[in-house]
């Protein structure tokens, strides 16, 4: 929704798809540690560290792919919506497995 809000208001697809994932970023980084896994949440100062650096890192990941197939995608004349479909799929599928790497190396 804020992506198509950006795109509505002129804004040029890479920012507003940069924006879109950030905000969604912090929200599933709030559902996660308030409900959804607030029983698996650290309690020790330095484990929590960790996993917001997890977070982080998995989130800087997801970021990146969305804002590289959103330019490729709208450089090659794709529409700004086609561009963010291409780019949530493979978002998510590099935040996939960046996070199973991590769980698995712990």
Known sequence: ????????????????????????????????????????????????????????????IGLAVTCAAVLLGTSIGMTPLAAKALAIVLSFYASFLVRRRMLLID
């Open 1 to 60: 929704a804020l992506y198509v809000l950006g795109i509505a208001h002129a804004m040029f697809p890479l920012l507003a798809a940069a924006f879109a994932y950030m905000a969604g970023a912090l929200a599933l980084g709030w559902l996660c540690q308030q409900g959804v896994f607030a029983h698996q949440t650290a309690t020790v100062s330095q484990l929590r560290d960790r996993q917001k650096a997890m977070f982080v890192k998995a989130s800087l």
